[in-house]
């Protein structure tokens, strides 16, 4: 846990065995296409926006990825590593205005999410895939948002691993 600008800052994690080779699971998380799976009730009861798909722009680090969201707003992504087949890794940076839970402003606000990465680990044909999360709340709210937060990041982040899986095998 770190305290960055009043805000602390904690990554969370979640990880998944798929049966398929890094190839595959690879172009699925670079370049995600979701909008075909149903989101968690919970996140239209929060107003979570839902996501639909993400596309490399530029590969490498420092590339580009945009990921969309069916609000109309997007994430414009910095690649902040790119090791093919075993690391990705990347920053959010939420458009202006893109808002969760009816009025959490997610660039700017008391809640922002910040980066994130995937890990890939094979043995023999299963291949665990780590989402990591990294994420912010304003010091002064922390104790009071800390465990809805990491609840609801938990269970984005299964439903992200699940449809990855489910495209992939």
Not at 60 to 73: M, S, V
Not at 97 to 103: A, L, M, N, P, R
Not at 104 to 124: N, P
Request: aromatic letters at 16%.
């Amino acid at each position: 846990m770190t305290n960055t600008n009043n805000h602390i800052v904690r990554t969370i994690s979640t990880s998944l065995d798929i049966i398929a080779k890094p190839e595959i699971i690879w172009e699925n998380i670079t370049n995600v296409k979701i909008e075909q799976f149903s989101d968690p009730i919970l996140f239209k009861i929060l107003d979570i926006p839902k996501p639909l798909r993400a596309e490399i722009i530029s590969e490498g680090k420092y590339g580009k990825r945009i990921a969309y969201f069916e609000n109309g707003k997007r994430f414009i992504q910095e690649i902040l590593e790119w090791n093919p087949l075993f690391k990705y890794s990347f920053s959010f940076n939420p458009e202006k205005g893109f808002k969760v839970f009816y009025w959490f402003e997610i660039s700017t606000g008391v809640f922002r999410i910040l980066s994130g990465s995937y890990l890939l680990t094979q043995k023999e044909e299963v291949t665990t895939l780590k989402l990591n999360s990294t994420y912010s709340i304003d010091s002064r709210l922390y104790y009071l948002f800390k465990f809805p937060v990491e609840i609801i990041l938990k269970i984005f982040q299964r439903y992200l691993l699940t449809s990855i899986k489910k495209n992939t095998e």
